[in-house]
């Protein structure tokens, strides 16, 4: 069953208690007033002997109209939840730990890591050792529902889609004798888009490059970490883009590949300096 037909059945159930509740609610504030509108002790008393019968058998009648809509809105709800599964739950469908037998994949732990970190729009980094000894190793940003063609700008036209990226290396905090360093983001945006690549061969966008060096400034310690965010831009109607912001933290104890985490960036200046990444990608692009 379609999930809106789901949700459509539980707003039914919702929309008809909410009904029948108003319905007998007024009823009563009608019996009510008609009480106290009497004119002495007796009258009242006739009215209320004359609205009870009334009253008994309209509220038999919202009960059993109440057990209607309860059933709709709790049958809506269920089928609405075990339709309406996210990408995280239809990833654990795949799973050993599935309740589903016949979704289940029979795949390696590897495997199944891979596929949990290209959920949705999700994205990954993950580092390619040097071949060389004396070579650097190189990271791999992944966008797993994104393609390289998908980056290229139709003449006169707007990209379907768009990638921006801002970067920092991080200096951790430290405490000494006489002072104490705040953690520190420097920006090295630059430093990462100036060896940025575009790489072919694989059904999503990857991007590679080096990361850059650390630096040290007088009596700071030196950089450690590296930050890097992503923005993922989609292309609406009236050339109107949604944006998704993710950000990847690499430390010298990271586990690959790296996931999104939910951290906003603490640059000095309170703002984020985008960088967009196009199809072709060229160096004369940063600097605009």
Not at 105 to 112: P, T, V
Not at 185 to 199: K, P
Not at 270 to 283: A, I, K, L, S
Request: charged share 25%.
């Amino acid at each position: 069953m379609p999930t809106t037909g789901c949700a459509t059945l539980g707003m039914v159930g919702s929309g008809g208690l909410a009904v029948t509740n108003a319905y007998g609610f007024g009823r009563s504030v009608q019996m009510g007033l008609g009480v106290v509108r009497a004119s002495d002790d007796v009258a009242k008393a006739t009215v209320w002997a004359t609205a009870g019968t009334p009253l008994s058998s309209l509220f038999a009648r919202l009960n059993i109209a109440g057990l209607v809509f309860t059933v709709f809105e709790l049958g809506g709800t269920w089928l609405y939840n075990r339709y309406n599964l996210s990408e995280r739950d239809q990833w654990l469908q795949t799973t050993p730990w599935s309740r589903e037998p016949d979704q289940v994949h029979n795949g390696s732990l590897e495997e199944y890591e891979q596929a949990f970190a290209r959920l949705g729009n999700s994205l990954s980094l993950e580092k390619v050792p040097a071949e060389e000894e004396d070579g650097k190793d190189q990271l791999v940003l992944n966008c797993h529902a994104l393609t390289a063609e998908g980056l290229i700008e139709p003449l006169g036209q707007p990209a379907s889609r768009r990638v921006w990226l801002s970067a920092w290396r991080i200096r951790p905090e430290r405490s000494g004798w006489f002072r104490d360093t705040p953690e520190t983001w420097v920006r090295c945006s630059h430093d990462i888009l100036t060896n940025l690549d575009i790489r072919d061969g694989s059904g999503h966008l990857q991007l590679t490059f080096s990361p850059p060096d650390h630096s040290k400034s007088g009596p700071d310690p030196e950089t450690r970490d590296l930050a890097l965010m992503v923005r993922l831009d989609t292309l609406h109607s009236e050339d109107r883009y949604t944006q998704e912001v993710y950000m990847l933290k690499v430390t010298p104890d990271s586990d690959w590949p790296v996931t999104p985490v939910q951290e906003p960036p603490q640059d000095k200046e309170g703002r984020t300096f985008w960088y967009q990444v196009r199809n072709p990608f060229m160096e004369l692009d940063i600097f605009e």
